[in-house]
């Protein structure tokens, strides 16, 4: 992808919920999945995350269903290392890759929380998990490139004589996005790292730490792209669109009430939580008050205006080097579709405006 291109990336889940929507009863529901997978692709979307939780429907299969009710849709797959041998999941991965021709990109998430580790067996440090996940995605790589056997004898991955027939569409492989941002994370990233993805945070900790992953992927010869989220709250007016805000914090409030949104204990969240405490309005459209209501715990923070002010809002992001916004509302599929008549067509024609200045050739 070009370096100033842009990609737009979307959010599928098993069956219609959010912050204002009770989950439904049927929480593996194929028709909505199916459904919200061909929004996003009618709207425009490059991709869409398929998510992983210890608690959650397996996200390979959910991606299968949603790549069969889908043409031109690629998805970024979340995957936990740790829970399958790097060797079995580079053939997954790859053998997905092939039966949706070259649809497919995996989001590696080493996992901040331990009780939910703990869910499914694994009780190592945090630590202990980035290492892990470095040699994971060392082994899993050697996987889809190798040309003959190999062996591997590391800390925790032993194999002898691993090939794999099955190869990536996707060349040299499947691109890897990868989340997490204590340090021992941004180790991992700039070593093994496509695209490195994290919430949405203000102007001033985007440039900071881009600026940092970029000279530590530098030390391996490497460089990145970025990827950012964000919770888009879009009215044709800017005044509708704050008062917009505020309804949805509301019923986000109600709906959340008992539930623990104490500080999480993950990098990303305190992150998030840093900016929250310098104001509920940063950077002109920058909303941190439903991070504060979440204790940082997921992508929560949101851009508020009207569609051409949002999208100004995501080329200063662009600007700074972020090539991949991960945007998903908190009316999931009617949020979607909305994007795709408004803010994605805006902000591509504004950033093909920015490229012919600049005398880039679109590609």
């Not at 995605?137 to 991955?157: C, N, Q, T």
């Not at 070593?191 to 530590?216: P, S």
């Amino acid at each position: 992808m070009d370096a100033s291109a842009v990609e737009f990336i979307g959010y599928i889940a098993t069956h219609e919920s959010s912050e204002i929507k009770p989950a439904a009863e049927l929480r593996v529901d194929p028709a909505y999945v199916a459904t919200v997978a061909n929004a996003h692709e009618a709207a425009g979307f490059d991709r869409a995350l398929v998510a992983f939780h210890s608690t959650a429907p397996d996200s390979l299969l959910v991606a299968a269903h949603a790549l069969t009710a889908t043409r031109r849709l690629h998805l970024m797959i979340a995957h936990r290392p740790g829970f399958a041998a790097p060797t079995v999941a580079a053939r997954q991965f790859a053998t997905l890759d092939q039966l949706s021709g070259g649809r497919v990109g995996v989001h590696v998430i080493t996992g901040g929380n331990d009780a939910e580790q703990r869910q499914d067996g694994d009780f190592l440090t945090k630590e202990e998990r980035y290492a892990r996940t470095d040699e994971y995605l060392e082994v899993m790589k050697r996987e889809w490139l190798s040309d003959a056997p190999f062996d591997h004898e590391g800390r925790f991955y032993r194999v002898a004589g691993a090939c794999s027939s099955v190869r990536c569409v996707q060349r040299p492989h499947i691109p890897v996005y990868f989340g997490g941002a204590s340090a021992a994370a941004l180790a991992v990233a700039a070593k093994h790292a496509d695209v490195y993805a994290l919430w949405g945070e203000t102007l001033a900790q985007v440039r900071e730490i881009t600026a940092e992953l970029r000279a530590a992927a530098g030390t391996h010869g490497r460089s990145l792209r970025f990827s950012l989220s964000f919770r888009p709250i879009l009215a044709d007016t800017e005044e509708k669109a704050w008062a917009r805000a505020h309804d949805i914090f509301e019923r986000a409030r109600a709906l959340l009430a008992g539930r623990d949104t104490g500080p999480a204990e993950n990098t990303g969240a305190h992150r998030l939580m840093a900016a929250v405490r310098q104001g509920e309005r940063l950077d002109a459209r920058l909303w941190t008050k439903m991070a504060a209501l979440s204790g940082g715990r997921w992508n929560s923070t949101a851009l508020v205006g009207t569609p051409e002010q949002v999208a100004d809002a995501l080329l200063q992001y662009h600007d700074l080097g972020v090539t991949t916004f991960l945007i998903r509302g908190f009316d999931p599929l009617e949020d979607a579709l909305d994007y795709g008549r408004s803010l994605i067509p805006l902000t591509r024609a504004g950033i093909a405006r920015r490229r012919e200045a600049a005398g880039i050739a679109a590609q």
